[in-house]
């Protein structure tokens, strides 16, 4: 299964998401230091980092490319 993190901060909500089978394949959060963390512990995603107004149609078209 595959998934998308809005307001993702450092990931700790996906700590153990990959243990049971769900992806987070892009993420978007709006500060740099705590986007940063979230990339280093989980490399594979895309980051998508400032403000989710600003971003949400990159979010949405990621999300349609991955078949979320």
């Known amino acids: 299964m595959k998934a998308i993190?809005?307001?993702a901060g450092g990931g700790?909500?996906?700590?153990?998401?990959?243990d049971i089978g769900i992806t987070t394949v892009v993420a978007n959060e709006l500060l740099p230091d705590r986007a940063e963390?979230?990339?280093h512990r989980f490399p594979s995603?895309?980051?998508i980092i400032g403000d989710i107004r600003e971003?949400?149609?990159k979010l949405i078209e990621i999300a349609k490319q991955e078949d979320l």
């Open 5 to 7: 993190s809005l307001f």
């Open 12 to 18: 700790i909500g996906e700590t153990y998401l990959e």
């Open 37 to 39: 963390i979230y990339s």
């Open 45 to 47: 995603t895309q980051m």
């Open 55 to 57: 971003n949400k149609d």
